[in-house]
Nanobody
């Protein structure tokens, strides 16, 4: 499945931004969709994930409460709403998908077989 990530851009501290991830050619049914980010000079890290069918959500502990992942069945889209942005949220954000993932691997990038192209989020103070 090919993933298209959109949204992002530039923001000030305290602003909100939203990202969207859409698959091409199929639905997300049966998939776990995750958002990861890679800050400049750092490794890719887990942000949040959602199981499409059950709507169960998972978050990086440090981002819980500021970031919200959700699904829109009609639009076949997974969104990541980012509130109260901070300069340390600056990163390239990637959406990823897996058709078979165990819960203990949800935060591991290599557990996802499909990746979008990444979208830049830059937060200035």
């Amino acid at each position: 499945v090919q993933l298209q990530a959109s949204g992002g851009g530039s923001a000030q501290t305290g602003d909100s931004l939203g990202l969207s991830c859409t698959p091409s050619g199929r639905t997300f049914s049966g998939y776990t969709i995750g958002w990861f980010r890679q800050p400049p000079g750092k490794e890719r890290e887990f942000v949040a994930a959602i199981k499409w069918n059950s709507r169960n959500t998972y978050y990086a502990n440090s981002l819980r409460g500021r970031f919200t992942i959700s699904r829109d069945n009609d639009k076949n889209t997974v969104s990541l709403q980012m509130n109260n942005l901070k300069p340390e949220d600056t990163a390239v954000y990637y959406c990823a998908a897996s058709s078979s993932i165990i819960q203990s691997s949800i935060q591991i990038p290599r557990a996802y077989g499909y990746w979008g192209q990444g979208t830049q989020v830059t937060v200035s103070s």
